[in-house]
């Protein structure tokens, strides 16, 4: 068995992954029906996974509906990113305590936790990589993501279904995963068959699967799993043109279409909670009553809070035009500049978890589409800071 190899595993077989996952140590990581939404959670078999459910979404809504067939993966982007389990939202960064004539800084404990995360998808893999790029490759090393990145093994899930709001192909993020697992499944099913297409992707996956029942697939069955991904990418439910996308915001940081957007945004923070690769971050204080011991936490924030960007004498970004173009102009244009890539992966949680269905591929065509009919105002120098 060798990188690259194409094999068929049956749907029967696939507790055999979860088994030896387990049985090597690793925490079993998917997707499962919970509280009206298809979630991801620790699981214990495969009798955990949302088989049979699917989701609808659009902007601003978000349903679970039955497929009427036992697909096991047969849904889209769901409400939570595996950021979750890689970046933690609340972690311990130090503890002390009073010592009587001073104070001292107390251990703390590092755990090295084995997880298999099972069902990530194309356009989750890629920011995964954006995460890997900011925290692991970049100047600063993020220990604690270091640490459980290492010890994460990635059964990704190629796409069959298109959600309302998925736009992944235009992003060349998906629906197909190319990189950054282990083993790769694509499920088929036909009217009297139900299997998994599987890709080895690197030495460890081909480790985990030798204990698992499989046989080598055969042309037609390759075929099969390459036609359901092509139909995936033909049935988005949104597209964006991202034809010079940078210069274009770059170009139309005055454009009144952020007045426009303003209008509706709630600057609840919903859509970057939900993105799969904002990282945003704040730092807090805490001592108990007695004053005897204390903590400093780091949690998730979002850029959309007033207080994020606040500094002596004030926010430097009062408005939410100013923090709703910070956003979109940071996600697809500055993100670029920043780390190389678009912050952007395609996913469409931004869209369906919006309260009032605010659309960042709607509002980069209207941006676009008022160049042509009426030039934007140029900003005379980029001030990236001003609120305006």
Request: glycine fraction near 10%; include cysteine.
């Amino acid at each position: 068995m060798q990188i690259g190899d194409k094999l068929l595993l049956e749907r029967q077989h696939l507790q055999q992954l979860f088994d030896t996952l387990s049985k090597n140590g690793y925490r079993v990581l998917g997707p499962t029906v919970r509280d009206g939404a298809i979630i991801y959670g620790e699981l214990g078999s495969v009798s955990d996974l949302p088989a049979g459910w699917t989701d609808e979404q659009n902007g601003g809504s978000y349903r679970l509906k039955n497929r009427g067939d036992n697909a096991l993966f047969g849904y889209a982007a769901g409400p939570h990113s595996w950021k979750k389990f890689l970046l933690e939202p609340q972690m311990l960064l130090l503890q002390t305590k009073s010592t009587g004539d001073g104070f001292e800084v107390l251990e703390r404990g590092t755990e090295k936790n084995l997880s298999a995360m099972i069902g990530v998808r194309s356009c989750d893999l890629h920011a995964i990589a954006i995460q890997d790029r900011i925290f692991v490759a970049g100047e600063y090393v993020d220990p604690s993501y270091k640490l459980r990145r290492e010890n994460v093994f990635v059964v990704a899930v190629n796409c069959g279904h298109a959600g309302g709001t998925c736009f992944c192909a235009s992003m060349k993020t998906g629906p197909k995963a190319s990189f950054g697992f282990d083993l790769a499944l694509t499920e088929v099913l036909d009217v009297n068959r139900h299997y998994f297409l599987v890709e080895v992707g690197t030495e460890l996956g081909a480790q985990m699967l030798r204990d698992v029942s499989h046989r080598e697939a055969h042309d037609e069955e390759k075929e099969a799993a390459e036609d359901i991904v092509a139909k995936c990418s033909r049935q988005m439910g949104r597209a964006m043109d991202t034809t010079e996308i940078k210069e274009l915001l770059y170009r139309n940081y005055d454009n009144p279409r952020w007045d426009d957007a303003a209008g509706r945004c709630l600057t609840c923070g919903n859509c970057t909670m939900v993105c799969p690769t904002c990282f945003c971050t704040t730092v807090e204080d805490f001592a108990d009553l007695s004053g005897k011991q204390a903590e400093r936490r780091r949690k998730m924030d979002v850029c959309f809070a007033m207080d994020f960007s606040y500094i002596h004498g004030g926010s430097i970004r009062s408005s939410a035009r100013s923090r709703y173009r910070q956003w979109m102009t940071h996600k697809l244009a500055t993100w670029i500049d920043q780390f190389g890539v678009s912050g952007c992966v395609g996913c469409g949680r931004c869209i369906t978890w919006c309260p009032v269905a605010i659309d960042i591929t709607e509002e980069a065509r209207v941006i676009r589409e008022s160049e042509s009919s009426h030039p934007a105002v140029i900003s005379a120098g980029r001030n990236d800071n001003a609120d305006a």
